[in-house]
């Protein structure tokens, strides 16, 4: 599962508002901004649309490597 930080960062690799974020996922708008605060954890379900319309812009999700989770933009053709 994405993390919060994750989340905002790949945001702001696609220079998307929260909102266009929650319109992409097909969230409300409340969601992200309190998932990206911290103050509450969304549903796995909901985390799985935010990741994938943030995948689905080319945002690429990192694991954990030892250096933390990250994101990055895929490399366009």
């Known amino acids: 599962m994405i993390t919060s930080a994750q989340c905002r960062a790949g945001r702001a690799l696609l220079d998307w508002s929260q909102q266009q974020l929650a319109d992409a996922a097909r969230v409300g708008v409340v969601t992200v901004r ?3 605060g911290g103050g509450s954890q969304p549903r ?3 985390l ?3 990741q994938r319309a943030l995948e ?3 945002v690429i999700f990192v694991e954990e490597n030892g250096q933390g989770p990250g994101v ?3 490399k366009l053709l």
């Open 72 to 74: 990055r933009l895929r």
């Open 48 to 50: 799985d649309v935010i």
């Open 34 to 36: 309190q998932f990206e």
């Open 56 to 58: 689905e812009a080319g």
């Open 44 to 46: 796995n379900a909901t």
